[in-house]
């Protein structure tokens, strides 16, 4: 190439680059996007001392307390995450709305963290649900534009998680509800939980089925190297309590259920090809009961998923792929994960401006009715 021409080609270069970045400048900034967090942990101190007394009292072959609460909640080392977590937990305002200012975070949907009530005697559990959810509605009165929330129940009182259920939603005006998986060893397929699923429906509010340690059932192989917890267990727990309810034909029976799975999809996504494959094979065996959807059918039309704790865009491609843009929201997983970071992450995916808008607020408002801005 000689001289001259390499020159005409650099100065066309410049010229473009030149009048891209005029466009730019003509254009503004990119649009910034409302942004409403779907997966942000709270506590409360009647909450803290109940889950303590509990866990002093369990048996040490159980995953379902000791390790995670007592390491929050009693006395934590100064200055340790633990400690940072106790507090962010039982701030329902300060601290967490100077967070959500700096992140760019608009609202915050809060629920309470694991276990929750679920770990109680029923009328125990009863109480404290009420309590929970009476102090998560006067959070919200008091700052109406940034917060919204899920309520918690009791479904070891199938009674009285109806009855908090409905008081939930037709009196405190709570989006929709938190189950934080199991009670009891059970899962949401037992047929005696169908009450519950019931008065979701009939409601037309989501369950967040939220991961906890796994049952005893299935704990065993997760009691060492710490994989009850959040970087192993929480994800299988809640995946196969999922497939539990598509398999069992829950959503034949509940067709306009809806449930939402952190973290990605809590794996799903990944094995949606290969859960309808051995569906479609066991059930020609006759070894399935056969559904009258497959279970990647049924995922799109029961299921949504967030992003809480999960940074990863091609496991967000892979979730709008199975779930459809309709069906997955931005989380945080507050105060676990960094606010800054999450909004750093969902504000450089590779999104169209309407797969953005979904994302970030549209369906949360959709589902959880959550007032637009």
Known sequence: MSIHRRTLLAAASAGVAAS?????????????????????????????????????????????????????????????????????????????????????????????????????????????????????????????????????????????????????????????????????????????FSPILEAAEALDRPIYLHPRAPSNGMAGPFREYGLGGSIWGFGMEAGTHAVRLILSGTFDRFPKLRIVLGHMGEALPFWMWRLDHMYRRRARDGRLTPTSLTPSEYFRRNFAVTTSGFEDEAALNLVIDRAGIDNVMWAIDYPFESSVDAAAFIDQAALTPAQRASICHANAERLFRITQA
């Not at 390491?71 to 995450?81: E, K, Q, R, T, V």
């Not at 109680?120 to 940034?146: Q, S, Y």
Request: net charge negative.
């Open 20 to 192: 891209a970045m005029a466009s730019r400048a003509i254009a503004g900034p990119p649009p910034r996007f409302r942004k409403i967090a779907t997966e942000e942990a709270f506590a409360t101190t009647e909450l803290q001392t109940a889950w303590l007394d509990v866990a002093k009292n369990s048996h040490a072959a159980s995953l379902d307390v000791p390790t995670g609460i007592l390491s929050i909640f009693n006395d934590p080392a100064p200055g340790s995450n633990q400690d940072r977590f106790r507090r962010q937990l039982l701030d329902v305002e300060t601290e967490r709305l100077q967070e959500m200012d700096a992140a760019g975070v608009d609202v915050q949907l809060l629920s309470v963290t694991i276990p929750g009530v679920q770990m109680f005697a029923p009328d125990r559990a009863d109480a404290l649900a009420i309590a929970t959810n009476d102090h998560l509605a006067a959070a919200i009165a008091k700052h109406p534009t940034r917060f919204a929330g899920l309520a918690c129940f009791a479904p070891q009182s199938l009674r009285g998680a109806a009855r908090e259920m409905e008081r939930a939603v037709t009196e405190l005006k709570l989006n929709g509800f938190i189950v934080n998986s199991h009670t009891d060893d059970l899962y949401l397929d037992d047929p005696r």
